[in-house]
């Protein structure tokens, strides 16, 4: 049971059972949640209240460890970000191919922020992925929304009239199609992409549809 009434401002009053009978009162001090972002090293003296006593009576060292908590603020904020700079929502557009590389991605640096963080966020699905037929479609649909791109794995079987001898079966390949024209610049990013997803023997083919040919002139 607790009581906030009469309790200084962020404290609040809890009563407990005594070890004999009644109830005894013991004050807690709740956290502000609406604090919002920590505070600077400066703000807080962050260095200043670790000193001993006699060291705070001086003017001179007070100033000069208050200027060394104004150089250590970039450093001190970063480390209270810390876990901000590990998520795919929250990290900095410079730090997203530095995680991904982290994570065996590569992802192009022209591609828009909201889709580089999209690709972060399926980095542990295409990991599991990675290698078969629905890693290559997840890359590829994750790299480039909206291309419609679709693989095919045409299989081979063996087969011969000799019990003794070891057919030799055809290498395994794969073909990739995409049912809409693309640049040759996107078309080569998409090779490059479909090179990486692949089992490293297995070969593919990338056939992009052709665009429409303009009317010719009467």
Sequence with gaps: MSDAGGSPP???SVFL????????TMRLRRPDIRRGSPQSASARAYLRDGLPEIYRDGD?????IGALETL????????DTL??????DLAPDDLLSLLASWLGIQIREAQPTAERREILRHA???????????GIEMGLRLAFPG?????????????????????EAPAPSLIVYCDMPLETERAASAARL?????????????????????????
């Excluded at 059972?17 to 005894?24: L, R």
């Excluded at 250590?72 to 480390?79: E, G, K, T, Y």
């Excluded at 291309?147 to 057919?167: L, M, N, Y």
Aim: aromatic share 10%.
């Design 194 to 218: 479909i090179e990486q997803l692949k089992p490293a023997h297995v070969s593919y083919r990338l056939r992009v549809k052709s665009a429409p040919k303009p009317p010719a002139a009467q």
């Design 60 to 64: 001179f060292g007070m100033r000069f």
């Design 124 to 134: 542990m699905e295409l990991s599991r992925v990675r290698g078969t037929r629905a």
């Design 147 to 167: 291309v419609p791109f679709r693989v095919e794995d045409p299989g081979s079987i063996t087969w011969g009239t000799d019990p003794t001898a070891k057919p």
């Design 10 to 12: 962020g404290y609040e």
């Design 72 to 79: 250590l603020d970039p450093i001190v904020a970063v480390l």
């Design 83 to 88: 876990p901000a700079h590990f998520s795919a």
């Design 17 to 24: 059972p005594a070890a004999t009978h009644g109830f005894g």
